[in-house]
């Protein structure tokens, strides 16, 4: 596993052990960050059940401003943290011990990308998804990764679907909330 390109480009990353973890492959990341690849600079991030880091990571490297990794995991918040000391981002990160529903609960932050790649087969993407499209902003995308076998989540209200890619087990869904501006076009 390693960053694909930006300031951290070829750096190596771990990930914890577990069946929980599963680090997203460079192509479905290649994708990804190919759909939001002009939302990126100066972006806030949010990497929720953040496993590795990795995603939060390569938004950094590709020029988002910060970005907030929350794991409940002791171990994976120590990946994360050793994983942004080897790509030297962590002046621009903050690392949070915390359950991930408490978190999007709770926060008062709001964020331009929100990474949500929960552990598979609890059905969290549904759950999750409309609690984090509360801390959007205008403008911004949340990239949900799945279960190809689940249905595809419904867009929360003020989001729209920008796109859904499926690689075998895997799927990503993109969806959006319109700026102001490109809201009032639609009508």
Same mark, same amino acid.
């Given at each position: 596993? &390693?960053? #694909?390109?930006?300031?951290? $480009?070829?750096? /190596? +990353?771990?990930?914890?052990?577990?069946?929980?973890? %599963?680090?997203?492959?460079?192509?479905?990341?290649?994708?990804?960050?190919?759909?939001?690849?002009?939302?990126?600079?100066?972006?806030?991030?949010?990497?929720?059940?953040?496993?590795?880091?990795?995603?939060?990571?390569?938004?950094?490297?590709?020029?988002?401003?910060?970005?907030?990794?929350?794991?409940?995991?002791?171990?994976?918040? &120590?990946? #994360?943290?050793?994983?942004? $000391?080897?790509? /030297? +981002?962590?002046?621009?990160?903050?690392?949070?011990? %915390?359950?991930?529903?408490?978190?999007?609960?709770?926060?008062?932050?709001?964020?331009?990308?929100?990474?949500?790649?929960?552990?598979?087969?609890?059905?969290?993407?549904?759950?999750?998804?409309?609690?984090?499209?509360?801390?959007?902003?205008?403008?911004?995308?949340?990239?949900?990764?799945?279960?190809?076998?689940?249905?595809?989540?419904?867009?929360?209200?003020?989001?729209?679907?920008?796109?859904?890619?499926?690689?075998?087990?895997?799927?990503?869904?993109?969806?959006?909330?319109?700026?102001?501006?490109?809201?009032?076009?639609?009508?």
């Amino acid at each position: 596993m &390693r960053v #694909i390109t930006g300031s951290a $480009r070829g750096r /190596r +990353l771990t990930a914890p052990d577990g069946l929980d973890v %599963r680090p997203t492959t460079d192509k479905v990341k290649e994708a990804v960050f190919s759909a939001v690849q002009f939302q990126l600079d100066g972006a806030a991030v949010l990497d929720l059940f953040a496993g590795s880091g990795q995603m939060g990571i390569e938004a950094l490297s590709r020029g988002a401003e910060k970005a907030v990794f929350v794991d409940s995991s002791k171990i994976a918040v &120590r990946c #994360i943290s050793e994983n942004l $000391r080897a790509t /030297r +981002l962590e002046k621009q990160a903050q690392v949070v011990s %915390r359950d991930s529903y408490d978190y999007i609960r709770l926060t008062a932050s709001r964020f331009d990308i929100i990474i949500l790649d929960p552990p598979y087969r609890h059905g969290h993407i549904h759950r999750v998804l409309p609690l984090a499209a509360e801390k959007l902003n205008e403008g911004g995308c949340i990239i949900c990764e799945y279960e190809s076998e689940l249905d595809e989540p419904a867009a929360p209200e003020g989001l729209v679907l920008r796109k859904t890619y499926k690689y075998g087990k895997i799927s990503v869904t993109i969806f959006c909330r319109p700026a102001e501006s490109e809201a009032g076009e639609e009508s």
